[in-house]
Structure formats: structure tokens, C-alpha cells
């Protein structure tokens, strides 16, 4: 009897890097080049294709037989590990037919040259790790305040991420939380020429140019003292619905 080869699809093994954030997803190139040089493919937990789902299927209709799954956050600001682990989970619960072995690492590589460290402690996924519900996600934070950070492409490129981890250090140091101000990274908001650009809801207040130093201001000033930042508000000129007449 011949022995399947060593290579035989059902026994190859992959190594997948995940992009934790919308941090990875506008720095693909950069992804791609480090999964190139650790022979590994790419995904994306969130806001960038292929999900991770979908990129899990395509190994596993490959008869992959073992994925090294890797959280890689270059960002400064990202989900925690655990999110990595639970997405990975439901697909494996999911799936239907050829099921791989799931290895997760236990920490997410925070750089290209922590990979190869990170791939050497992996938890087996098992399907009893937590859903994708709880019932401390069933309703709206009662947040005052929801600051949506442009990390679109030209945003991202004059320094988007060092005014994010401003706002969010400063927030932190006020004792500031989710439910008092909710941070949300967004795709393009538009007004790219005064990029970095930032948008304060429900006062409809828009900040371009905003820097590490104008990220305090806005915490300071605008969320703890309720006066928005002038000098760097952006004018903003609401579209009233159109009259509608019946007949």
C-alpha cells in the first residue's frame, strides 16, 4: 500500500495573520509583505476583506488540515485577543464538512519581527469558547457623546492614529469611559483636505487638522467642558430635507 505524501492536502499546514482593526486594514500592503516572508495568508477581524470567516473557509475547502491563527494589531488601538478567538470559535461551530484544527495564539504580535515569537504559544479552539452575544451588548451605551475618528486613506497617511491614541489617553485620564464618550474609528468621512478629521455626535460638531495636541483640546474643552474647539471646527452646512406635497 502507498503511503499518502507528506504534502497531501488534508495534512498541509497554514498560518494565517489577522488584522485586528481598521488599522491593519489601511496598512495591507505592509500585512501582505510580512505574510509573504512568514509564507502565511491574510484577513481581517473587522472593515476589510477577506473577513476572517471567509478566508477559514477557503483553507478548510483547501483540506487544510491545521491553521496557526495570528492577531497582528500594528495599530495602537484594536479589539482585545479574546475578540480573535471568539470569531474564530463561531466559524468553527459553524462550519459544515472538513473542519481544520484551529490554533490561536495566545497574544497578539504587535509588530512584523514579534510573529515568529506569538506563533509559539497556540490554544486549541474547541467550540466551548463564549458566543458572539451577551447580555451586557443587548442595548445602546447611554454614552453622552460618540467622536467618530476619520481612518481613511489621507487621514491615515498625516498622522490619524497618533491623534487617536491622544484622544483616547486623554480620555482615559479623566476617567472617561464608554459610557461616557464612545470612540469609533470610521472609513472616509469626506472633507479630505483637512485631514485628519474628526466628527463629535449628537452636537454635529467637525474638527479638521486634528493633531495629538488638538485631540486633548477636544476632550478637554469640548467633552469634559461642553465648548467645542473653534479654532479647528469645520463649517458645517446641513441639506434640509426636501417639501414633499401629496397630489
Not at 454614552?143 to 487617536?164: D, I, K, N, S, Y
Request: net charge neutral.
Amino acid at each position: 500500500m502507498t503511503s499518502p505524501a507528506p504534502d497531501a492536502p488534508a495534512r498541509r499546514a497554514a498560518v494565517l495573520l489577522v488584522g485586528m482593526s481598521i488599522g491593519e486594514a489601511v496598512r495591507r500592503d505592509e500585512l501582505l509583505r510580512t505574510a509573504a516572508s512568514h509564507r502565511a495568508s491574510i484577513a481581517f477581524l473587522q472593515q476589510a476583506d477577506p473577513s476572517l470567516s471567509a478566508e477559514l473557509t477557503r483553507l478548510a475547502d483547501a483540506g487544510t488540515g491545521t491553521v496557526v491563527v495570528i492577531g497582528v494589531r500594528l495599530a495602537g488601538s484594536g479589539p482585545a485577543q479574546s475578540w480573535l478567538r471568539r470569531i474564530a470559535a463561531h466559524w468553527w461551530r459553524e462550519r459544515a464538512g472538513h473542519r481544520p484544527e484551529l490554533l490561536v495564539a495566545t497574544r497578539l504580535a504587535d509588530s512584523p519581527d514579534a510573529i515568529a515569537t506569538v506563533a509559539a504559544a497556540t490554544r486549541a479552539v474547541t467550540g466551548e469558547e463564549p458566543g458572539l452575544t451577551s447580555a451586557a451588548w443587548e442595548e445602546v451605551t447611554g454614552h453622552r457623546h460618540q467622536v467618530l475618528v476619520c481612518r481613511g486613506p489621507r487621514c491615515t497617511a498625516v498622522g490619524a492614529e497618533e491623534a487617536l491614541r491622544a484622544l483616547v489617553r486623554e480620555l482615559t485620564e479623566r476617567g472617561l469611559g464608554d459610557d461616557d464618550v464612545l470612540v469609533t474609528q470610521t472609513g472616509c468621512q469626506f472633507p479630505c483636505n483637512q485631514a485628519p478629521v474628526a466628527s463629535v455626535q449628537p452636537d454635529d460638531v467637525w474638527y479638521g487638522k486634528v493633531d495629538p495636541a488638538v485631540a486633548g483640546r477636544i476632550v478637554t474643552e469640548h467633552l469634559a467642558g461642553g465648548r467645542p474647539v473653534e479654532s479647528h471646527r469645520l463649517p458645517r452646512h446641513r441639506k434640509e430635507p426636501a417639501d414633499h406635497h401629496d397630489g
